[in-house]
């Protein structure tokens, strides 16, 4: 059974960067068949896809455009978790942030339990 | 990016009635491995989004019958043949085709 536990501070002030991790437990982050993402959900912006890393004989990372300037989408195999980092945070980037496994088939199978990070001084 | 248009935004439901949610993409969601990549969530109250069906029309592991996928060109539907208390939550399509995955605007289910 897969398993995603997010760790990472709920209140992070403007200008700053919000760090989250994911550890994975039941599966690798080195697997050539999944990816990792980080979705957010807030009461404007609804569901809202953030980006993903993945191992297909190299690492790879996709972004949406409205943060990719701000983002990085990290593995780290030695401890079997991936990361999210954002910078420059806004009141806008107040959110609930969740890490997901895409598996074959591009579903969303397996959720962490969800951050709440606040932006706020 | 593509765009996923849902409706109703609200829908009440009495229990044991059957309930239906639309969803149109803005392009095709045909993979040339011949499946659409549509799949539905449901985000129930203090849960994190799960997975009801992927694929356009495959049912998630361990979800109950009485969920239905289907689609027709670029119009997509999420049928409940009897709800039930437990379905009650906000329910999202969203396109896994092409970077930037893109969801719909949710459609709240509740019980009259």
């Known amino acids: 059974q897969v398993q995603l536990q997010q760790s990472g501070p709920g209140l992070v002030k403007p200008s700053q960067t919000l760090s989250l991790t994911c550890a994975i437990s039941g599966d690798s982050v080195s697997s050539n068949s999944v990816a990792w993402n980080w979705i957010r959900q807030s009461p404007s912006r609804g569901l809202e896809w953030l980006g993903r890393?993945?191992?297909?004989?190299?690492?790879?990372?996709d972004y949406t455009v409205s943060v990719k300037s701000r983002i990085t989408i990290n593995p780290d195999t030695s401890k079997n978790q991936f990361s999210l980092q954002l910078n420059s945070v806004t009141p806008e980037d107040t959110a609930v942030y969740y890490c997901?496994?895409?598996?074959?088939?591009?579903?969303?199978?397996?959720w962490g339990q969800g951050t709440l990070v606040t932006v706020s001084s | 990016d593509i765009v996923m248009t849902q409706s109703p935004l609200s829908l009440p439901v009495t229990p044991g009635e059957p309930a239906s949610i639309s969803c149109r993409s803005s392009q095709s969601l045909l993979h040339s491995n011949g499946y659409k990549y549509v799949n539905w969530y449901l985000h129930k109250p203090g849960q994190s989004p799960q997975l009801l069906i992927y694929?356009?029309?495959i049912r998630a592991s361990g979800v109950p019958d009485r969920f239905t996928g289907s689609e027709s060109g670029t119009d997509f539907t999420l049928k409940i043949s009897r709800v039930e208390a437990e379905d009650v939550g906000v329910y999202y399509c969203?396109?896994?085709?092409?970077?930037?995955?893109?969801f719909g605007q949710g459609t709240k289910l509740e019980i009259k």
């Open positions: 694929l356009a029309s």
């Open positions: 997901v496994r895409e598996s074959t088939g591009s579903n969303f199978d397996y």
């Open positions: 890393t993945y191992y297909r004989s190299k690492w790879y990372n």
């Open positions: 969203m396109q896994p085709l092409q970077t930037p995955y893109t």
